[in-house]
């Protein structure tokens, strides 16, 4: 049997990954794709993709498409013995403020203050010590030392705090607490918004271009790689193929670990993961979308940053978190919640073990009941599906990937990445 041959191989089909791929092919390298299944739910909102990838892609020409406005945030509070307020954020800022009451009018004039400081803010490193001994330079410090003590310095509101730790947090699973949940905050400025696109729509586009550009894409799990001579890996797919490429990235570090890989990043703490996460995913017998719930947003469920460190915590020792933060979108008649803090195994009498079909039930309902009780569901739902990706830090044998730097910009990170990755190889 042959050997496909490669100039580069891309571990991961969500949009990063599909950019990258369709990217480094128009650039005149050989490129294949590798959808390993580790991929998150398509009815997720997309993260936003930067303009000069649409130019170089030629989007814009194939059927008028442009990059989508950014999709606001939303979480909704409970007013004691009252209807629900709204507390919302977008590119502009907090432009829905009921929920804060009094601490709304302080909470609008910090904005621009705080978004300028969060672009400042270093998203490699865990502490000034860290840095130092990893670079031997005298660099100037970053201002904090924890998300926590950003959001402190300019927020009065609780509920805002919360907010913004679990939306800026959530992808790197930090409470706020730790030195390196600083940097995460970059997530609320320039391109961390998602965008009004969910993963099918986007990736949809992005496959269009890896079509026109040749890129091959594989839909088959990895069962080993075998490295050649050189930087040349051989690539062993499920599906009976053998692929030769001269180099190989993850689309995200976040899908490296998913596959069990261990991702060449550097010295950045935001590329370690601690426990794992879960994706929900309920389908309805009719549209669930209430008052409460609408699909040109992208919702926060989280009461206080005590909340999201308790669940952190819980994970840490293999319990099931007993009010995890969520990040929820709706796209027809799916809900799709993302809990990023669950255990990679769970205690059972101090014994770590497997999740089982039971505990992963257990779980569905629990999220699904919060989120009935949140939105207001009144919809049927007819199946609620859980998946769970234990992203525990690789063993020392595992194998080595490149992948992008931690970004708020995933997709822009991916392409450049894969570019400098294709040329150099």
């Known amino acids: 049997m042959s050997v496909a041959q490669f100039d580069l191989?891309?571990?991961?089909?969500?949009?990063?990954?599909?950019?990258?791929?369709?990217?480094?092919?128009?650039?005149?390298?050989?490129?294949?794709?590798?959808?390993?299944?580790?991929?998150p739910p398509s009815e997720f909102a997309a993260p936003r993709t930067p303009n000069h990838v649409w130019r170089r892609l030629g989007l814009y020409a194939a059927g008028g498409a442009s990059p989508a406005?950014?999709?606001?945030?939303r979480t909704w509070a409970q007013a004691e013995g009252g209807e629900p307020l709204l507390l919302e954020t977008t590119e502009l800022g907090v432009t829905e403020d009921a929920a804060l009451g009094d601490a709304a009018e302080q909470a609008r004039s910090a904005w621009p203050d705080f978004e300028a400081a969060t672009k400042r803010l270093s998203a490699n490193y865990d502490s000034v010590t860290a840095l130092l001994d990893a670079t031997g330079t005298g660099l100037d410090p970053s201002p904090f030392a924890s998300a926590d003590e950003a959001l402190d310095d300019f927020f009065d509101s609780e509920l805002l705090k919360a907010h913004l730790s679990a939306a800026a947090l959530a992808p790197f699973r930090f409470a706020g607490d730790e030195p390196a949940s600083a940097g995460a905050l970059r997530l609320l400025a320039a391109d961390g918004w998602p965008s009004s696109l969910s993963t099918a729509q986007l990736s949809e586009l992005l496959e269009g271009a890896c079509e026109e550009y040749g890129v091959?894409?594989?839909d088959a799990a990895i069962l080993e790689a075998t490295r050649l001579k050189g930087r040349a890996v051989m690539l062993n797919l499920a599906n009976g193929e053998e692929v030769a490429t001269r180099a190989v990235m993850a689309s995200s570090i976040a899908h490296a670990l998913a596959l069990g890989l261990r991702p060449d990043a550097g010295v950045s703490p935001l590329a370690q993961s601690r426990g794992g996460r879960a994706f929900?995913?309920?389908?309805?017998?009719?549209?669930?979308?209430?008052?409460?719930?609408?699909s040109d947003a992208t919702y926060i469920i989280a009461t206080d940053r005590r909340e999201i460190r308790a669940a952190r915590d819980d994970a840490a020792i293999g319990r099931l978190p007993r009010s995890s933060p969520l990040v929820v979108d709706v796209q027809d008649r799916v809900i799709a919640a993302y809990a990023p803090f669950c255990p990679a195994f769970l205690a059972d009498a101090e014994t770590p073990r497997e999740w089982t079909g039971q505990d992963r039930q257990a779980f569905g309902r629990s999220v699904l009941d919060r989120m009935k009780k949140t939105f207001r569901l009144k919809a049927l739902p007819l199946s609620v599906d859980v998946r769970v990706d234990p992203l525990t830090t690789p063993s020392a044998g595992a194998s080595v990937v490149?992948?992008?730097?931690?970004?708020h910009d995933e997709v822009g990170a991916a392409v450049s990445f894969a570019?400098?990755?294709a040329r150099n190889a």
């Open 280 to 294: 929900v995913r309920v389908t309805f017998a009719e549209d669930p979308q209430t008052d409460y719930l609408q």
């Open 216 to 218: 091959r894409i594989a």
């Open 402 to 407: 490149a992948a992008p730097p931690p970004s």
């Open 69 to 73: 406005r950014a999709r606001a945030r």
């Open 419 to 421: 570019l400098e990755a």
């Open 9 to 39: 191989a891309v571990l991961g089909g969500e949009p990063a990954g599909l950019a990258a791929a369709a990217c480094a092919a128009a650039s005149g390298f050989r490129v294949v794709l590798i959808r390993t299944g580790k991929e």
